[in-house]
């Protein structure tokens, strides 16, 4: 599975933005999506994920202002994100599960300023 994220950038304290990252090769079967974040300096943490059921799950940080979405085909996954906050500023980071196997996109950077 390859993953393939797109949509960050620079965006003002409350403004919004939305990731998309789209998977490719062996996609059937994909279980889970998730995105996370790395923070400069910090560990990566999770942010939010959306099951093939379409069930989904928030960090603390982030629930009221982000949305995790899943399209009908169940590749490609969305993050839309709202009423953003300097302490959103990280290195965004697609993932899903296959088989029990968890596959990586590449970072896609969000840098909210104050």
């Known amino acids: 599975v390859q993953l393939q994220a797109s949509g960050g950038g620079l965006v003002q304290a409350g403004g919004s933005l939305r990731l998309s990252c789209a998977a490719s090769?062996?996609?059937?079967?994909?279980?889970?999506m998730a995105w996370y974040r790395q923070p400069p300096g910090k560990q990566r943490e999770l942010v939010a994920t959306?099951?093939?059921?379409?069930?989904?799950n928030y960090a603390d940080s982030v629930k009221g202002r982000f949305t995790i979405s899943r399209d009908n085909a169940k590749t490609t996954v969305s993050l839309q994100m709202n009423s953003l906050k300097p302490d959103d500023t990280a290195v965004y980071y697609c993932?899903?599960?296959?088989?029990?196997?968890?596959?990586w996109g590449q970072g896609t950077q969000v840098t909210v300023s104050s």
């Open positions: 993932n899903c599960v296959r088989f029990l196997v968890s596959y």
């Open positions: 090769g062996s996609t059937f079967n994909i279980n889970l």
């Open positions: 959306i099951t093939s059921g379409g069930s989904t």
